[in-house]
């Protein structure tokens, strides 16, 4: 099915450990992006991609390093992890032009311990 | 730098009735206007997007309205269902760069 795909679904890291969430769409998208989700904040804005080779910061980027590997694949690592980075991490994808709108993945759910 | 607001915070209706979710957004440069959908413990639906140049979106029972120059968006739902509980989130895309910004969302729960 077309979509955003994101891996894993749930993960428990411990303080300082580093991982990659992984990120990847089969729609031929231009942009993408990464989003936590916390209660009472809403979702927040890590990094975004607008095209193959580009990266931006977004609204909450410290602790988050990105890689835009090739057009389907957007992946988010944390080098090293802190218990305040425990979230819901989402993954989306936009296309270039038209009227079309934003396709989410189904989340990463995160917790640091 | 955008902010995007939504009141309630939560809502509860009897089946059946009509409501009205509010949006609201400090600066009126945007390229578009999305809604979704958000089921507990689940991703994000896309409901309706509206870009800058238009008034309103309809799909089925949902009806979404924008006022730019207001800063303002409604999503209108006809007719609830127990199935339209869920969190609503209004999101802004500005017209100067990528980025879409989330309102904190509306938690709609319909009585049966």
């Known amino acids: 099915n077309a979509g955003v795909t994101q891996t894993p679904k749930f993960q428990v890291l411990k303080t300082g450990q580093s991982m990659t969430l992984q990120c990847a769409q089969d729609m031929n998208h231009n942009s993408m992006y990464w989003y936590r989700q916390d209660p009472g904040m809403g979702l927040r804005l890590i990094y975004y991609s607008a095209s193959e080779g580009t990266t931006d910061k977004g609204e909450v980027p410290n602790g988050y390093n990105v890689s835009r590997l090739n057009k389907r694949e957007f992946s988010l690592r944390l080098e090293s992890a802190a218990p305040s980075q425990t979230s819901v991490y989402f993954c989306?994808?936009?296309?270039?032009?038209?009227?079309?709108?934003?396709?989410f993945g189904s989340g990463t759910r995160l917790t640091v311990v | 730098k955008q902010e995007v607001t939504q009141i309630p915070a939560a809502l509860s209706v009897p089946e059946g009735e009509n409501l009205v979710l509010n949006c609201s957004f400090t600066d009126s440069a945007i390229y578009n206007l999305q809604w979704f959908r958000q089921d507990p413990g689940k991703g994000l639906t896309s409901l309706l997007l509206i870009q800058s140049s238009q008034r309103e979106q309809t799909s089925g029972r949902l009806n979404a309205s924008l006022d730019k120059s207001s800063g303002r968006s409604t999503l209108y739902i006809a007719a609830s269902q127990p199935g339209d509980s869920a969190t609503y989130l209004c999101a802004v895309r500005g017209d100067r760069d990528d980025k879409i910004i989330f309102g904190k969302g509306t938690r709609l729960h319909i009585l049966p």
């Open positions: 989306a994808s936009k296309r270039p032009t038209g009227i079309y709108g934003y396709t």
